[in-house]
């Protein structure tokens, strides 16, 4: 069983940035490939960004690509999302996930999620 938790959401002006940890325990970190998804109000959540369990391979939505980074860190079992250029449209509560020893942008195979962070962008 793995657990996921995630941290550093909150309230950002437009244009600003923000770091997303997830910080996981419970299981072989680097057996796991990482997704963030996200979920606005109203909508259905939606596939961010992921990487592969090593690091070497990552993918993006495109309404994030160039503004957002996804890195890893398996020697302290943590997942991060770099956010830059924050607009309105990127206010929702933003999900860390882990499939084992596959790689999918679609949430459905997912193993373990985390119970989210909220970010706000205000206008």
């Known amino acids: 069983q793995v657990q996921l938790v995630e941290s550093g959401g909150g309230l950002v002006q437009s244009g600003g940035s923000l770091r997303l940890s997830c910080a996981a325990s419970g299981g072989t970190f680097s057996h796991y490939t990482m997704g963030w998804f996200r979920q606005a109000p109203g909508k259905e959540r939606e596939f961010v960004a992921i990487?592969?369990?090593?690091?070497?391979?990552?993918g993006y939505a495109d309404s994030v690509k160039g503004r957002f980074t996804i890195s890893r860190e398996n020697t302290k079992n943590a997942v991060y999302l770099q956010m830059n250029s924050l607009n309105a449209e990127d206010t929702a509560v933003y999900y860390c996930?882990?499939?084992?020893?596959?790689?999918?942008?679609?949430?459905?195979?997912?193993?373990?999620w985390g119970q989210g962070t909220q970010i706000t962008v205000s206008s």
């Open positions: 996930a882990a499939l084992k020893l596959r790689y999918s942008s679609s949430q459905t195979p997912y193993d373990y």
């Open positions: 990487i592969s369990w090593s690091g070497s391979r990552t």
